[in-house]
């Protein structure tokens, strides 16, 4: 079949044609990186799902192995669907995943390598004495899905957090095992939130309060730490997290009342991000985030074009200093395809000025930059924190064109010269009319970025171009604010303030491809900003992308 090149990245992870969807099971195992995905063997839909494997010895180049799970058993023969990986000390790596029966019940299944001393995890075996959980009647069968790794307790337990729903309330079930065969479920949920709909894919995982630099296995049992607990949201394809204690004794968690719970809660990715998971580095003492961005082209399009869905660059996870909120980073070993380096330093933007970036290829590149606003924060427009804007409403109100005071101040991505077509990805200064503080928003807006037209009123005929944004949290003492932006064809990864907000999105421009993409730095707004440091690199294709036999 063929497959249409124009859009597709060239340095993140994707298959060479078809759908993918979810991250499954990442795991670092005798040398190896080994990354499962949700994989449509027929097409470029969702449908005819398997668990794909690749594997990596750097997380930047992967070699494609054969299928590890597809349909086959009575216990999951309509769905092979997501899941984790638990390396468990004796028995080797085990898969748990969502094997869906012939009466479309969701149930947990677990499968084991043939050979675990095969560092590539070639094959791999469905015991018949699954499944392991299946919903009992208090439960519903058909909203029961995505076990966690587990981790072992103190209490001699190995535990896993399954995703639920009873009515409009989101679940997270806890399961509780001593050999790993036997799951009981804890008498109440680890946790769960009224009218947020179904959880899927949750993830659950301990953060250090002392160290800023490394990231801690499950099983860490220090008190200097708290919990995260992330689900994606099915009813609006958001994914949001808490900060909170987790009680082993209760097997319950609690988030800390100054993490919103719900639909306003903290995000990895404010664009398009979902169905995301960690796992533990032990090579390099991190802990690795993976997440699926999936397609905002029209449904025709993705099938013509013959691949859809890509996960976006794995990123390390920490606790930021100030202790409410994580940090993401793009993992160090991406920077090994910088090549064609570009430097700009201390230069002035007045307002409506634009400075292009030459002497590297816009359409696929890395490129870091900060700012000063120091000067002039006094100028910034007045932020009324009576506002009940949600940052996605004021982007759009207030996009990369609208003069303000501090800001709009950024990157332009994936631009023709006369902004025909354009993602811009910037920042915007108010200043709270309260507190007198800076209040930041930053925006990755999509709506300039193509001007393909829709192909009709209906929601699979239309591009998805949303204004995203979130708040950015820094108080600008030293006046100094950071955007790092990972442009790869249609797939446009921003990081504002070195992670504390991260916005992800996808674009299909018709002009600004390719040579004839263009990356500028600007600024609309009233004041003055300085760039006191730009730096530019062309990102290399990586030798080795998943060129297997697929
Ligand atoms: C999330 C999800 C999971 C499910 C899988 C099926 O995108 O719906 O809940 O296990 O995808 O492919």
Redesign the pocket.
């Known amino acids: 079949e063929a497959v249409n090149h124009l859009h597709r990245s060239a340095f993140h992870f994707q298959p060479p044609r078809h759908w993918i ?2 991250p499954n099971g990442p795991v670092y195992y005798k040398g190896f990186y080994h990354l499962f995905y ?1 994989y449509n063997t027929k097409g470029a839909v969702w449908g005819n ?1 398997v668990w794909a494997h690749s594997v990596s010895k750097d997380l930047v180049n992967w070699e494609a192995l054969e299928h590890a799970l597809y349909p086959s058993k009575w216990f999951d023969i309509k769905g092979t ?2 899941g984790s990986i638990t390396i468990v000390p004796g028995k080797g790596p085990i898969i748990l995943y ?1 094997g869906v029966n012939q009466n479309e019940t969701q149930i947990q299944n677990y499968a084991i390598p043939k050979d675990p001393s095969d560092p590539y995890l070639r094959k791999w075996i469905k015991p018949d004495d699954n499944p392991l959980v299946m919903p009992d009647y208090t439960m519903n069968g058909s909203a029961f ?2 076990p966690t790794t587990a981790w072992f307790s103190e209490d001699g337990h190995w535990r896993t957090v399954v995703g639920s729903k009873r009515k409009n309330r989101g679940i997270a079930y806890i399961y509780r095992s001593r050999d790993f065969k036997h799951w009981v479920k804890a008498k109440h949920p680890v946790h769960s939130k009224e009218s947020t709909g179904m959880w ?2 949750p993830d659950f995982f301990p953060v250090s309060t002392t160290d800023f630099q490394n990231g801690l296995d499950l099983d860490y049992t220090g008190s200097n730490t708290k919990h995260v607990l992330k689900v ?1 949201l099915d009813l609006t394809r958001f994914e949001y997290y808490t900060l909170g204690t987790y009680d082993p004794k209760k097997d319950r968690y609690v988030p800390n009342g100054d993490t919103p719970d719900g639909w306003d809660g903290l995000r990895f990715d404010y664009g398009n991000y ?2 995301s998971k960690t796992f533990f580095d032990y090579k390099k003492n991190r802990r690795i985030l993976w997440g699926w961005a999936n397609e905002s082209d029209t449904l025709e399009d993705d099938i013509s074009k013959g691949w859809a869905g890509l996960q976006v660059i794995p990123r390390t996870v920490l606790l930021d200093a100030n202790k409410k909120q994580l940090v993401f980073w793009p993992i160090e070993e991406i920077e090994s395809l910088r090549s064609n380096y570009v430097r700009m330093n201390n230069k002035n933007i007045t307002m409506g000025q634009r400075l292009e970036v030459e002497g590297i290829t816009p359409a696929q590149a890395d490129v870091e930059v900060t700012f000063n606003v120091g000067q002039c924060l006094e100028k910034a427009e007045a932020f009324d924190p009576s506002f009940t804007f949600k940052p996605f409403d004021l982007c759009k109100i207030k996009g990369s064109n609208v003069t303000g005071g501090v800001g709009p101040f950024g990157l332009i991505t994936l631009a023709t010269p006369d902004l025909e077509e354009y993602t811009p990805v910037f920042f915007r200064v108010f200043k709270d009319t309260s507190t007198y503080k800076p209040k930041v928003l930053m925006c990755s807006d999509a709506r300039p970025s193509s001007l393909k037209q829709d192909r009709g009123p209906l929601k699979q005929d239309r591009m998805y171009k949303p204004s995203f944004a979130g708040f950015v949290d820094v108080d600008l003492s030293d006046g100094r604010i950071s955007l790092r932006s990972l442009i790869d064809h249609s797939v446009v990864e921003s990081f504002g303030a070195l992670g504390k907000t991260v916005i992800t999105s996808r674009v299909y421009p018709v002009k600004a491809v390719k040579e004839n993409a263009h990356l500028y730095v600007f600024n609309n707004g009233t004041q003055t900003v300085n760039v006191e440091s730009l730096d530019a690199w062309s990102m290399e294709r990586p030798l080795k992308m998943n060129n297997g036999a697929l």
């Open positions: 969807n979810d949700q799902i669907w997501s969502t899905r995505d899927e894919c994606s979902y169905a």
